[in-house]
């Protein structure tokens, strides 16, 4: 009797993740942003699910609170995860290329949505004050 060959699916997802997060460092405040441009393949045979992500291109920034532009300040303090297609992707990569820090506030055209938010600053300088 002839066994049946599993055929792999597999599907391509394209993500777009950026985050703001405000901390203090050596009494100082300071902002990290982070944006990250990936592909997630994710491939199925039978009930095995192998997934493989490669990072196109990413940037981490830390800037001093008093050194940074308003716009950056008025942030949400959250991580961003953005699923866009593969034409939006492109365009975000040629974007990365030429004007990187326009990703940081950027909202893409997307598939699917997810942000987390972090506490505020606020809260964060006045909880370090009260230890």
């Avoid at 291109?57 to 959250?78: F, G, H, R, Y």
């Avoid at 939006?88 to 950027?106: A, M, T, Y």
């Amino acid at each position: 009797m002839m066994q049946k060959q599993l055929i792999p699916q597999r599907s391509v997802t394209y993500y777009f993740l950026k985050s703001k997060d405000v901390h203090m460092e050596n009494g100082r405040t300071a902002i990290t942003l982070f944006v990250r441009l990936a592909r997630e393949i994710t491939t199925f045979t039978g009930r095995e699910k192998q997934t493989q992500v490669e990072t196109f291109w990413v940037e981490l920034e830390d800037i001093a609170m008093e050194q940074a532009a308003e716009k950056v300040k008025a942030l949400p303090n959250c991580m961003e995860k953005y699923e866009v297609s593969e034409q939006v992707f492109r365009h975000l990569l040629q974007l990365s290329k030429r004007c990187p820090n326009e990703l940081h506030g950027l909202i893409p055209y997307y598939v699917k949505a997810n942000r987390e938010m972090f506490l505020p600053w606020q809260e964060l300088e006045q909880s370090w004050e009260n230890c």
